[in-house]
Each structure stands twice: as structure tokens, then as C-alpha cells.
């Protein structure tokens, strides 16, 4: 990252992490908040713009990695990113009031819902994301599962 931000500025550059993941069999490690928590740290030295957080503990309900979650954002003060099942309106709005992050991200809900705003303006409910389907072909190419979800009737406005 130092390389980076020195090359195309500190303000150009944001990272994403993932600690707690199992993705591809990924193990934990005693170390795992400590080592966290220091990237975070030399991160926040270094001046990148942002850390988008993927917090497990909303995926899995893993009580230390939210602490992991809390460790990072308390020593990374730059913008800050949060993933990880938000699928309401009032749940993204505890998120931002509270201090949690400055932003949140939706990818999943976005993925399964191509009219996920006018889904979370209406109080609509979301389709479910196929992950089988994730970054994989299908009959139709690499759009199969981002393109077949059912999108909501849209509201007739009077002129």
C-alpha cells in the first residue's frame, strides 16, 4: 500500500479486507486481531483513503470478529467502509448513526436485486442471491445469476 500511495497518492488508495473469512479454506490464526489491527494501524500512518471491512460477525454471528471489526475501526480513523448482510434500510442507518462506518456495502443484495433501490425505497422484499451462480458461466455466459433475478413493477407517477 506504501508503494502505491506514494506512486498515485495516499488519497487514491483504499483496501479491502477480510479477516475472519474462510474463503478457500482459509484457517484462523491466534495472531489474527493483532495482525489486524497493526495493517490497520500502518493503513491509517500511511493515509489511505479507505478500509472497506468485510465483517464476518454479520455474516456468521462470530462474536470475535466483531471485536476484530471494532479493533480496526477504532485505530483506523479514515474512511471506512462496512460489508457484510446488510439488507434493510434501518440496518444500514444503526451502522452509519452509530458510528460503525461511514459507509456500507451491499454487494450480495445488489447482486440478486438489480432494483434494490426502488426495493429499499418501497420497503419491498429482496430477492435471495444464488451463489452458485457467482462469477461462474452459465447457458448464457457469465451473466447467468446477474441478470435473471425479478425486478419489482415500477410506480406509475401521474404527470
Not at 93 to 122: T, W
Not at 131 to 150: E, L, M, N, V
Amino acid at each position: 500500500a506504501r508503494d502505491v500511495a506514494d506512486a498515485i497518492g495516499a488519497d487514491r488508495v483504499g483496501i479491502r479486507l477480510s479477516p475472519w473469512s474462510t474463503f478457500n479454506d482459509m484457517a484462523h490464526y491466534p495472531e489474527l486481531d493483532d495482525a489486524y489491527t497493526y495493517l490497520a494501524a500502518e493503513l491509517q500512518k500511511i493515509g489511505i483513503v479507505y478500509v472497506h471491512l468485510v465483517d464476518h460477525s454479520r455474516l456468521s454471528g462470530l462474536s470475535t470478529a466483531a471485536e476484530t471489526a471494532k479493533a480496526i475501526r477504532r485505530v483506523f480513523t479514515n474512511s471506512y467502509i462496512s460489508s457484510g448482510n446488510y439488507t434493510t434500510l434501518a440496518d444500514i442507518e444503526d451502522a452509519l448513526v452509530r458510528g460503525k462506518a461511514d459507509l456500507v456495502s451491499m454487494s450480495r443484495p445488489f447482486i440478486a436485486n438489480p432494483d434494490l433501490i426502488e426495493r429499499l425505497r418501497r420497503d419491498l422484499p429482496l430477492s435471495a442471491p444464488n451463489p452458485a451462480t457467482f462469477y461462474a458461466p452459465g447457458p448464457k455466459g457469465f451473466s447467468d445469476g446477474y441478470t435473471d433475478y425479478p425486478m419489482v413493477e415500477p410506480v406509475r407517477r401521474s404527470a
